[in-house]
């Protein structure tokens, strides 16, 4: 009977050994690259939607930035590795809904002060910019009404700033490559943890080999 065990560990053995380490490691390395691939595309087709939020809110036309905006959150959701960090903020939309406050703010004894301030900065500057927000406050300042027209009209940022989530997995070429890694893995530490029982069982209950 003790034979026959030894046997049929040896045999185990054996077929454990059929496929060699190396060689599922060499398969573990290609299936890494490509997941690794598959992840980084993801993410390239987050930022490639993510411009066009912001061409389309450059050019000032909400129902096509909120077109975008949907593209762009249907995408994040639905694959993995595509997080958004701080996401995407429309700063052409918040500068400008600003201005209308400015302007409706500014209107008083002497005028349209933003206006003769814009008429003052807007040469300078070709378009917006910390300079040029600097620029238009000390225009401002120059007014009794101005000096603090900037601090006490306030728009909040957050309308303005989408954040999406993606997925910790998802069915898609990055997901199901990444299953496959981790099938491959499993088969290298299973084996290895495997091959080392039976011959611990070899050296400890069959003092003959």
């Not at 992840?39 to 909120?66: F, P, W």
């Not at 040029?132 to 309308?159: F, H, M």
Request: aromatic share 10%; hydrophobic share 45%.
């Amino acid at each position: 009977m003790e034979v026959v065990d030894k046997k049929q560990v040896r045999r185990r053995i054996n077929q454990l050994q059929r496929i060699k380490t190396w060689q599922l490691v060499i398969l573990f390395c290609l299936a890494c690259f490509v997941s690794a691939t598959f992840l980084r595309l993801n993410n390239i087709g987050m930022v490639e939607r993510r411009e066009a939020v912001y061409t389309a809110d450059k050019a000032g036309d909400n129902k096509i930035t909120q077109s975008r905006l949907y593209d762009l959150q249907r995408y994040v959701s639905a694959h993995m590795n595509t997080d958004m960090d701080k996401g995407a903020f429309l700063v052409a939309a918040y500068n400008r809904d600003k201005q209308i406050l400015l302007e409706k703010a500014s209107v008083g004894v002497n005028g349209n002060i933003y206006k003769k301030a814009q008429d003052v900065c807007a040469p300078r500057y070709s378009s917006w910019s910390p300079a040029y927000v600097q620029c238009t406050v000390s225009e401002l300042a120059k007014y009794p009404a101005g000096e603090s027209l900037n601090s006490t009209v306030y728009l909040s940022p957050g309308p303005y700033s989408h954040v999406y989530v993606s997925p910790m997995w998802s069915p898609d070429f990055a997901g199901w490559s990444l299953v496959v890694c981790v099938v491959i893995l499993i088969m290298i530490l299973s084996r290895f943890i495997s091959v080392v029982i039976l011959r611990m069982l070899l050296r400890s209950h069959y003092k003959s080999i």
